[in-house]
């Protein structure tokens, strides 16, 4: 996947829905930049308002091709139709959860997954998960009311 | 410190209810010794009914018992009869008085075995009917109480498992926990 596609170096870096929004508005800049009139806009957008690790891997691309605009729609649209794993938890993740969240969803599930994180104390523990359009309630609370039934 | 102090306070409300309940239960209590207490009155009716009746009974066997005493006096007295005669009508007459008593006596015994048995039914199905609404609505009430309760104390003991083991787990266990749920989502094929 790494090898046919170019932009798979950025789309790894996204982890949550977060991430997803701020490139979104990141391309959307960029674009924008290209139909400005005056000059140089592009690449003070991409230095400006585009984050460091992204910009420098979008610089790579870009410079080489001479249709900016197309290969930034590409990149927009494999943005957004990266698929979402909603997920509620009982606690605000510290950073380390999420990575440890993050990695077991890139290695369980692959690549092009987005996590958006919920925080919600009433479900005590464990998770309620959606995806795909399927939803499971695998939290403490769900099993407390089960076996008070 | 929390958690304690919300059980505390959670176990306060909980003897509230309890006290709140009791005296519910008192008043439903008070409220069926009432009614007892009319059953008895009811009781105390019927014998005195019975009593008079009695007393009744006794008076006209005496009124009877008078009346043939004098007749015998008044013919014993009289002129106008021989002895022999006045013996036949005396015995007749005492037959008679015997006849008519044993029928009164009869009757009024058959009329007090009657309102007896009338007021004894009155009575007994009033009592009994009594009696079931007593009981129904005891049950209705107790059947209440229990459900209240059980809602209540089932609601109470969901908020303390809740909160005691919301703030009870550690951040390490909670990742486990996340974790282990992602895997079971897997296994049931929703990831």
Redesign the interface.
Known sequence: MQENNPFSNIVSQIQSRDDQNLLLDELSALKNSLFQIKQNTFDQVLTTKVRQKISAELEKILTASSDRAGLLDQLTKQVQDLKTLDLTLSFEPTVETRQKIFTWVKTNMGEGVVINLKFDPTIIGGAQIAFNGKYVDLSLKKIIDTIKR | MTNLAFIYILLFLISCFGIYKYFCLRSVYLSLKAKENKLKDADYVRRRAEKILENAKNKYEQVIEESYKKAQVIIKDAKVFNDDTKQQVLAELGKSIQTITAEIKQETLEEVEVQKQATQRLVESDYDQVKVDVERYKKEQFAAIDKQVADKV?MLV?QI??EV??HG?A?K???E??????E???K?S??
């Open positions: 089932a969901n498992t809740k083991l919301g787990i951040i266990d909670q990742e926990l996340v974790i282990k749920s992602l079971n989502a897997r049931q929703i990831l």
